[in-house]
């Protein structure tokens, strides 16, 4: 595997290279316009042709979005995870279907839950699990699920609201952690 | 005369979500020329919970009741693989003998997986017998998780650092009566399915895969297998104690149904048979190492992606961390995915309709773990 | 939707009947239940040990049909995310009356674990009439068949009115209904 980063790092731009907590992970960060070389290159020659996952992750204190690709190779039998950064301000991206076509789900995916915009994904403008959303998309950070779930759906009137049941146990929790 | 266009011809047809062909709560636009498909597309989101928001609001141990109602029908996967994520990520030990009863408690998920499958792929055919059988012998295994953890469909069993307590006195005795009357049915099943001329007649050479498209799309798990690709993660990269199991790996070459249908019959009886493994050489010792104070248990910042050989092929975890007590980012893969969407689409042209939800059951799509 | 001639926009009709004659039709009616085939929710995973061999669900009457036009009790196997509602009040209108609707788990009841999700309503209760409660996460086979027997008793009694409070109170429900469901392309009532 040390063969192959070295390989990669005489081609393309490696921003920081971490060792995995397992023997066979491995997680490089590349820059966001080397992407699809780097992609394209694992897949044809050095054998990572299994995409397993696209992945978002949302950054806000750094203002930036993380998009993980997840490689697996079957005959080296190595995770690889590759990941680049790009604005939370203005997410954009260019969709990778082309090197691997089930990409354009996970794509479609992100597009609703983080609001990431895939240039050339046909599909992703479609919606996937949400109908007729009208806030912020709700996976970023600063979206609060709990205050949208109280004003739109509401909790039962009842002697249990009035006692608070949520409160005494998050105090007793509170508290037990003090200790 | 009129000139009748192709679009004329074709009718689009909603099937689902409230339709008795589909499994689960999800829904297929499909449109029909005759009775030929000629095109699929699939909506979910019925069964969206937003888990991976959930699980960013809680504690790390907070989050067990919820990834194990992440795919229903198999929550030991989730809670094995997200246990796993967290030891990996905090450096946590398991005990020997934890890992052992882990791949117990995985194995017998897995087979009362299979048995229920085999059940729907014959209702969904109008065999109404099998799903009768299988699911009154499914529940057998039922009631041995019941007695292992307390819960028949939801254990909360695996923890981070072992298991929650050690198997109860006489459990192996139970676990093997249990093999050996599942054993003895599996006759009968094959004369009542793999053998019946109708199933067969059905089944060979329907959706019959191109072997290209599986690493194409990231196919895995049986639907890869039947197409004669050595794709198993227990062999792969083995986790728990699968590398001291004797087995090999099943492949079929038909690519079909068929062969995924035989697959899947066959893992029954490796599954039966690693059960037997386990049970014989299982160690003695402790189950469980002590954690630090859950409430007030941090990880380390890092990221890790780890898998299981579900029933249906690689389920996997992508976990973030930050440092602080609440996951940063927790990503499912779910397996069906793939299946659901790219596979189902290449699959489904020139397609008879009433093959197609024997399709969708025979590809073994799960629709909580697309959406979660 | 007022000129889509493909829907009838009516609301239905109550029809009432002597007092000995709707005895009569609701001891008939508890023998008799026929469940449609909808599983909206984990809970459904409980649904089949319950119909087939061993707790066998038919010795009481209960059996599945595929349909909802044929259809007496709707279950609600669980939290319903918003876009399942929508389908949920399609199938419970085009169900016909009597009807009766049985909320299996906890979620059902105040949102259980998903109290804090975006996409799940907390109270069904207010989006459609719930018979039966059974509580648990997830209900046993022999808890779905003890809410049975309670919707049975309640049905024999004459106190198993949901179907009629939903529609005698239609423009409460629908408020709600519309509350959470934002862009309504569907019918004022579904035949």
């Known amino acids: 595997m040390e063969q192959t980063i070295k390989k990669l790092e005489n081609i393309f731009k490696i921003v920081k290279k971490e060792k995995g907590k397992r023997e066979n992970l491995n997680i490089l960060e590349v820059e966001k316009d080397s992407l699809h070389a780097v992609l394209s290159y694992l897949r044809d020659n050095e054998s990572f042709k299994h995409l397993a996952l696209v992945s978002c992750v949302d950054w806000i204190e750094d203002n930036k979005f993380q998009l993980s690709y997840i490689l697996w190779s079957y005959q080296r039998r190595v995770n690889l995870i590759i990941k680049i950064f790009i604005d939370r301000d203005k997410p954009e991206f260019k969709t990778i279907m082309n090197l691997f076509p089930q990409a354009e789900v996970y794509e479609r995916e992100i597009k609703e839950l983080y609001g990431v915009n895939f240039e050339g994904n046909p599909t992703q403008d479609e919606e996937f699990v949400l109908e007729d959303w009208d806030q912020i998309p709700p996976m970023r950070r600063d979206f609060d699920t709990l205050k949208y779930s109280n004003e739109m759906f509401g909790d039962r009137d009842s002697e249990v609201k009035k006692t608070n049941i949520r409160k005494i146990i998050s105090d007793y929790t509170d508290e037990w952690r003090r200790k | 005369m009129k000139e009748f266009k192709r679009e004329d011809r074709e009718v689009k047809l909603f099937v689902g979500p409230q339709h008795p062909g589909v499994t689960g709560n999800m829904s297929f636009e499909i449109t029909l020329e005759g009775d030929t498909l000629t095109s699929v597309k699939t909506h979910v989101g019925y069964l969206h919970r937003a888990f991976e928001k959930l699980m960013e609001r809680r504690l790390y141990i907070q989050n067990f009741p919820l990834v194990c109602r992440i795919c229903v029908p198999e929550s030991d996967t989730n809670e094995e693989n997200y246990a796993r994520a967290l030891e990996e990520l905090a450096g946590i030990e398991v005990p020997e003998r934890a890992k052992w009863i882990r791949t117990l408690v995985l194995e017998l998920s897995r087979l009362q997986m299979f048995i229920r499958w085999m059940g729907g792929i014959a209702g969904t055919m109008g065999l109404s017998t099998a799903p009768q059988w299988a699911i009154g012998d499914r529940d057998y295994i039922l009631d041995l998780f019941e007695e292992l953890t307390g819960g028949r469909i939801y254990h909360i069993y695996i923890l981070p650092g072992g298991v929650r307590r050690d198997i109860p006195e006489g459990f192996e005795e139970r676990v093997l009566k249990v093999m050996d009357y599942i054993e003895k049915k599996l006759p009968d099943y094959d004369d009542l399915i793999f053998e019946n001329s109708v199933f067969k007649k059905r089944l060979i050479g329907l959706s019959k895969l191109d072997p290209a498209w599986v690493e194409e799309i990231g196919v895995t798990g049986p639907v890869a297998r039947a197409c004669g690709f050595p794709f198993d993660v227990r062999k792969e990269q083995p986790y728990e104690i699968y590398d001291k199991l004797d087995f090999d790996i099943i492949t079929e070459t038909g690519c079909d149904m068929y062969s995924m249908a035989l697959v899947r019959r066959r893992e029954i009886d490796l599954s039966i048979n690693l059960i037997r493994q386990i049970i014989d050489k299982m160690p003695k010792g402790e189950v469980w190492t002590p954690l630090p104070n859950v409430l007030y248990w941090k990880i380390p910042a890092g990221e890790t992606y780890v898998k299981t050989e579900a029933t249906r092929g690689e389920f996997g975890y992508y976990v973030v961390t930050d440092g602080s007590d609440k996951p940063r980012r927790i990503h499912v893969r779910g397996v069906s995915t793939p299946h659901a969407y790219t596979l189902l689409e290449r699959l489904v042209p020139g397609m008879n309709i009433s093959d197609f939800s024997v399709t969708i059951v025979g590809l073994q799509t799960c629709p909580p773990e697309i959406e979660r | ?191």
């Open chain 3, 1 to 191: 939707m007022k000129d889509n001639k493909y829907f009838l926009d009516d609301r239905p009709e109550k029809i009432s009947y002597s007092e000995v004659w709707q005895k009569f039709f609701n001891w008939a009616r508890a023998k008799s239940l026929w469940v449609v085939a909808y599983g909206t929710g984990c809970g459904s995973i409980e649904i089949p040990p319950m119909v087939t061999s061993r707790f066998d669900a038919e010795r009481f009457g209960v059996s599945n049909v595929g349909t909802p036009r044929q259809a007496d009790v709707l279950i609600i196997s669980g939290y319903l995310a918003v876009k399942t509602l929508k389908r949920v009040i399609r199938v419970y209108e085009q169900m016909q009356s009597p009807k009766y609707v049985v909320g299996l788990g906890a979620c059902t009841v105040n949102g259980g674990m998903y109290y804090d999700s975006y996409n799940t309503v907390n109270l069904v209760d207010q989006y459609v009439p719930i018979d039966v409660f059974v509580a648990g996460c997830m209900p046993r086979p022999e808890a779905i068949l003890a809410g049975f027997a309670q919707l049975m008793k309640k049905i024999k009694e004459g106190r198993a009115d949901g179907w009629k409070q939903y529609l005698d109170n239609l423009d409460k429900y629908r408020k709600n209904q519309e509350k959470v469901i934002k862009n309504w392309k569907i019918p004022n009532y579904n035949w």
